[in-house]
Nanobody, 124 residues
Framework: QVQLVESGGGLVQAGGSLRLSCAAS????????MNWFRQAPGKEREFVAA????????YTADSVKGRFTISRDNAKNTVYLQMNSVKPEDTAVYYC?????????????????WGKGTLVTVSS
């Protein structure tokens, strides 16, 4: 069992930056690919970024490419999402999720564990 806890969300102005963190429990963190998804009000959940267990392979969705960066620190059992040049349309609840294999762009039905999410609000 892996428990995921997101943090770092909040209110940020358009053009600003925010870093989300997702801390995982358990000793097998590096064996899981990690993913970020988001869900805006009234919209379906969408894939944002994925990273392999080793951290050597990453993938970001076109909607955030060049602005968001996913990374991980296996020694700290933590995955990050660095969000730069944020836009009002980035407003959403951001979820981290663990999957047993890396496959990007990831599908939410392929995730094994989910965090409860952290809210990011971007003001214009």
């Amino acid at each position: 069992q892996v428990q995921l806890v997101e943090s770092g969300g909040g209110l940020v102005q358009a053009g600003g930056s925010l870093r989300l963190s997702c801390a995982a429990s358990g000793r097998t963190f590096s064996s899981y690919a990690m993913n970020w998804f988001r869900q805006a009000p009234g919209k379906e959940r969408e894939f944002v970024a994925a990273i392999s267990g080793s951290g050597h392979i990453t993938y970001t969705a076109d909607s955030v490419k060049g602005r968001f960066t996913i990374s991980r620190d296996n020694a700290k059992n933590t995955v990050y999402l660095q969000m730069n040049s944020v836009k009002p349309e980035d407003t959403a609840v951001y979820y981290c999720a663990a999957s047993r294999s890396y496959s990007a762009p990831s599908k939410d039905y392929g995730m094994t564990y989910w965090g409860k999410g952290t809210l990011v609000t971007v003001s214009s």
